[in-house]
């Protein structure tokens, strides 16, 4: 089983910064793409940046030029530097991976969800 544990939120006033890492571990597994969410009540989960293997970023607009993702591929680490915080930056932020597993002889591709953590960002 691979678990995504999940550190770095908090309160922090608007134009401050937070970091948020994630770390995946379990055994016989395999993370492709790495990628931070967040939702906010009644709202469908967003995602905020991604970071393929190799290195290659995207960003939802609203994060563009604010925060940045990367990740360390040797100990299966994501994080999300973010700058410049809003008020409207205030979710429950999630990691997500998409991983692969040889289970029997077949590659198995699966998703895995961290158990979120708390940015509050106040004016």
């Known amino acids: 089983q691979v678990q995504l544990v999940e550190s770095g939120g908090g309160l922090v006033q608007a134009g401050g910064s937070l970091r948020l890492s994630c770390a995946a571990s379990?055994?016989?597994?395999?993370?492709?793409?790495m990628e931070w969410y967040r939702q906010t009540p009644g709202k469908q989960r967003e995602l905020v940046a991604g970071?393929?293997?190799?290195?290659?970023?995207n960003y939802a607009d609203s994060a563009k030029g604010r925060f940045t993702i990367s990740r360390d591929n040797a100990k299966n680490t994501v994080t999300l530097q973010m700058n410049s915080l809003k008020p409207e930056d205030t979710a429950v932020y999630y990691c997500?991976?998409?991983?692969?597993?040889?289970?029997?002889?077949?590659?198995?591709?699966?998703?895995?969800w961290g158990q979120g953590t708390q940015v509050t960002v106040f004016s």
């Open positions: 997500h991976c998409v991983g692969w597993r040889t289970i029997a002889g077949s590659i198995v591709y699966e998703n895995y």
């Open positions: 379990g055994a016989g597994f395999s993370i492709n793409d």
């Open positions: 970071i393929t293997k190799r290195g290659s970023t």
